[in-house]
């Protein structure tokens, strides 16, 4: 199976901020990553696929790179409904599996 | 619009069976791959199950393969997931979410979620 891990697991950050979070995968998934949002009580939701494609209806404040096997989530300038927690995701072979997950804080 | 709704959640023994439904729009059906995705409480997302738009591509992760069975219903626009000998473990939210290809060839991993159906595993 194919690991993918996250860092950080959490983060402290102001309104603002750039805040960079990194997800590195156990072997080469070419770009078949993405990343999530998800709040509290609520489904996740999708903010980039294909490791740096934004998802349509996503703030252009998020961006998302690499490839390979070392991926990042950008979020240039931390607004207060981004407070949330993050996932990665690789899909490039089965099972599909999850990073461990940021959490980002005020 | 895709809208996905579940249901078949609740608490149930360990050793038991549950079923759950996940209804979505025949849009949805014609278009889109269906996984299963669970999250136990506090912890993190672990995807579950895919079944292809024909049914005869199943995968599972290994900790649900021989216990859970991922199905679906074209004429009901019905995904599935019925589980057999259930543990503590299984204690979770389980979300339906899609997978779409477009005609470029790029896909859409789980752009797409249901709101979750709780299942709770407990004596």
């Known amino acids: 199976d194919i690991q993918m891990t996250q860092s950080p697991s959490s983060l402290s950050a102001f309104v603002g901020d750039r805040v960079i979070i990194t997800c590195r995968a156990s072997q080469d998934i070419r770009n078949d990553l993405g990343w999530y949002q998800q709040k509290p009580g609520k489904a996740p939701k999708s903010l980039i696929y294909t490791a740096s494609s934004l998802q349509s209806g996503v703030p252009s404040r998020f961006s998302g790179s690499g490839s390979g096997t070392e991926f990042t989530l950008t979020i240039s300038s931390l607004q207060p409904e981004d407070f949330a927690t993050y996932y990665c995701?690789?899909?490039?072979?089965?099972?599909?599996?999850f990073g461990g997950g940021t959490k980002v804080e005020i | 619009q895709v809208h996905l709704v579940e249901s078949g959640g609740g608490v149930v023994q360990p050793g038991r069976s549950l079923r759950l439904s996940c209804e979505a729009s025949?849009?949805?059906?014609?278009?889109?791959?269906m996984h299963w995705v669970r999250q136990a409480p506090g912890r993190g997302l672990e995807w579950v199950a895919v079944i292809s738009q024909d049914g005869n591509e199943i995968h599972y992760v290994d900790s649900v393969r021989g216990r859970f069975t991922i199905s679906s219903d074209i004429s009901k626009y019905t995904l599935y997931l019925q589980m057999d000998s259930l543990r503590d473990e299984d204690t979770a939210m389980y979300y339906c979410t899609t997978k779409r290809c477009d005609a470029g060839g790029t896909c859409h991993f789980f752009e797409h979620w249901g709101q979750g159906t709780l299942v709770t595993v407990s004596s």
């Open positions: 025949a849009f949805t059906f014609s278009m889109y791959t």
């Open positions: 995701l690789q899909h490039n072979n089965y099972p599909i599996t």
